[in-house]
């Protein structure tokens, strides 16, 4: 069964911009609840061991590149930009996904596959 968590604070000035994120995932079929759980997966993904910018092992081991959205490992991915101008890789079953949501899909283009 789903835990309530602690509340967080939301300053006055920023009610406005909460305001618009509930409308614009509305209009994605997403709750609020949803969205700050797949942010904090993915953020938790790429700090729980430390910034990745200074781990040593990006450098002695040929890596798989790791997908923005589901945070797989794939020997290659795409470089796609999304309406919001976030130019990412992605993976080919979360770009194939996006597009299925036809005229809801944020993907502007298909930039290549990723070097």
């Not at 795409?78 to 992605?90: A, D, E, H, Q, W």
Request: charged letters at 30%; hydrophobic letters at 35%.
């Amino acid at each position: 069964m789903p835990k309530r968590m602690d509340a967080f604070y939301v300053p006055e000035e920023f009610e406005i911009i909460l305001k618009e994120l509930k409308e614009i995932l509305k209009r994605e079929g997403k709750s609020l609840s949803e969205w700050i759980r797949e942010n904090a997966e993915r953020y938790v993904a790429v700090h729980a061991h430390g910034n990745p910018q200074l781990r040593i092992d990006k450098f002695m081991t040929v890596s798989e590149k790791v997908c923005f959205f589901c945070r797989g490992r794939f020997p290659q991915l795409y470089k796609v930009r999304y309406i919001s101008g976030l130019v990412v890789p992605t993976c080919k079953d979360c770009l194939d996904k996006n597009k299925a949501k036809g005229t809801f899909s944020t993907v502007k283009k298909v930039l290549g596959l990723t070097e």
